[in-house]
């Protein structure tokens, strides 16, 4: 079958800087990413030396202050820049997203101090965050959460354990939410925490049907002593706090599965109009033709569903509906076009000589992270509807 390659993406970008930027992006998504994705996933082998380039790039703090070595690159421009580099390989597009969350709150919530003490590191120096909320006991009931910490002098002290942590084991500082006061959302405080903080360790990665590269693990907090100008705004304020970086890391999420579904729709296409039955390209045939149509179109409304909420975010107007709108409809696209891109390559779509079984496997996990597509309805639902009467 003769190659072709991928159409590439036709971008509303605002201005030429943004445009050199996404061609820098996709530059190094051809030439650093995209060639060992394969092999390295099917290795289980983590990129971070991806990450130390694109942190040397420019390109992991995007949408933050560039007083602060980020690019203040608005979000509608971070977002695309996201899914090219999905696009090439999920465990680097969705690093970065992680990375961007673990920052949110510091970036957003903190003292002009602790900004300059650690996000010049954090945005350009080569460093790697994690976001802890969720534990083995409190997942999407996130408010429940049991990791405490405990005010002594100066300092508090952090104890308890944090689960499917994206990065556990390898970031070098976490965004910790842990329970300070009362039961309930009212009680929980954010904290900044070293990765190599005295306590601080990781369970063996969990071993999952895709994302290989990409570590997941339990994060144990052993009496982890942090100073109070780690505390990350007020004591009480971190659920809210992590909810506001939820809304925006849903946007992230929702970009990366339009580019896992833009490969899986290049792979079938590429398949699809070079393998030849009874004479003729199967893309010729009408019931193939159709589902690559379809594929087309789910992905370029998920892409203009995800721009919409990502330009109402850089206009400073509530987007949280949009939000976990772009969220649920970007990721289940994505499980829809990745099945079908494994149903058009036939058995060859089953086999791992080809990208199509891993982009599938790694599409199922986008519904689950950053809030199930089930919490997300309901979030559009109390929108819409308002709350529900009990």
Request: aromatic share 6%.
């Amino acid at each position: 079958m003769p190659d072709r390659a991928p159409q590439q993406v036709d971008r509303q970008l605002p201005t030429d800087e943004a445009r050199e930027l996404i061609s820098l992006v996709r530059d190094i998504a051809r030439r650093e990413i995209a060639p060992a994705a394969a092999e390295e996933e099917d290795a289980g082998h983590f990129p971070r030396e991806v990450f130390a380039l694109l942190s040397a790039s420019g390109l992991l703090g995007l949408p933050y202050d560039a007083e602060y070595g980020g690019g203040e690159q608005p979000y509608e421009v971070y977002l695309q820049a996201l899914e090219e580099l999905a696009a090439a390989r999920l465990t680097v597009g969705l690093g970065v997203s992680v990375h961007t969350l673990a920052s949110y709150a510091l970036a957003a919530y903190g003292s002009k101090e602790q900004q300059v003490e650690h996000l010049p590191a954090m945005l350009g120096g080569g460093l790697l965050g994690a976001y802890c909320l969720s534990e083995p006991s409190s997942g999407s009931d996130a408010a429940s959460l049991r990791t405490k910490a405990v005010r002594e002098g100066d300092d508090w002290v952090i104890t308890g354990t944090k689960a499917w942590i994206t990065h556990g084991g390898v970031a070098d500082f976490y965004t910790v939410m842990a329970r300070t006061g009362e039961e309930g959302p009212r009680g929980i405080t954010a904290f900044l925490v070293p990765g190599d903080a005295d306590g601080v360790s990781a369970a063996p990665p969990e071993k999952k049907m895709g994302m290989k590269g990409s570590p997941t693990a339990q994060v144990h907090f052993d009496g982890v002593r942090v100073a109070d100008g780690r505390r990350i705004g007020e004591e009480g304020q971190g659920f809210a706090i992590a909810l506001s970086a939820l809304d925006s890391g849903r946007l992230g999420i929702a970009a990366c599965a339009i580019g896992l579904a833009q490969a899986a729709l290049d792979e079938a296409v590429a398949y699809a109009t070079g393998r030849e039955q009874f004479g003729r390209p199967i893309a010729d045939f009408q019931g193939l033709r159709f589902m690559l149509a379809d594929m087309a179109t789910q992905i370029e409304a998920g892409r203009a569903l995800y721009l919409a909420a990502a330009r109402l975010r850089d206009a400073g107007r509530p987007f949280a509906k949009q939000a976990a709108m772009a969220k649920l409809h970007c990721t289940d696209t994505a499980m829809r076009v990745t099945t079908d891109a494994v149903q058009i390559l036939g058995g060859y779509g089953y086999t791992a000589d080809f990208p199509a079984e891993r982009y599938m496997r790694e599409a199922k996990v986008l519904q689950i992270v950053e809030g199930t597509n089930q919490i997300q309805r309901m979030v559009i639902a109390r929108h819409v509807a308002g709350p529900e009467t009990r």
